[in-house]
């Protein structure tokens, strides 16, 4: 079997004697090796049509998920928390990851100055808000 002279598969079959088949039998043969390389065309076609949709499915979440934190960001203006959350919450959905987690850091004065602490407004909760099986919240008052 070729296509556009490039052999992509073979149909054989075998006789008691040599010479056995008529040529009905054997243009029966070529129909049928045809019709399987119109077959073959359709699956490499058709997964060409899925990687393409794919990548372009995955540009429009990116896209969205900008857009979503570029949204919070301008409604939250004195606040990056929101930010922070929406910004978490995109990287687990899209990576699909099983949590995720964006916070600050800040410079501890009163002991090292060169060492920096975490800041300490988060604590991982079990639930499922849709995102993932676990979600980071922040915890009340600003305390895990």
Request: glycine share 8%.
């Amino acid at each position: 079997m070729t296509r556009g002279g490039e052999a992509v598969g073979a149909l054989a079959v075998t006789g008691r004697e040599p010479g056995s088949y008529s040529n009905r039998q054997i243009e029966l043969l070529k129909t049928f090796a045809d019709q399987a390389i119109i077959a073959i065309e359709n699956v490499r076609l058709f997964t060409e049509l899925q990687e393409k949709n794919r990548a372009l499915t995955e540009a429009l979440d990116q896209q969205t998920a900008t857009s979503e934190i570029l949204r919070v960001i301008s409604g939250s203006p004195t606040n990056v928390q929101p930010v922070f959350d929406t910004i978490a919450a995109s990287a687990r959905r899209l990576l699909d990851g099983f949590s995720s987690l964006a916070r600050t850091i800040r410079e501890r004065t009163h002991r090292r100055p060169r060492r920096l602490q975490w800041a300490r407004n988060w604590t991982f909760t079990a639930g499922n808000d849709g995102a993932g099986p676990r979600s980071c919240a922040r915890a009340p008052g600003g305390r895990p």
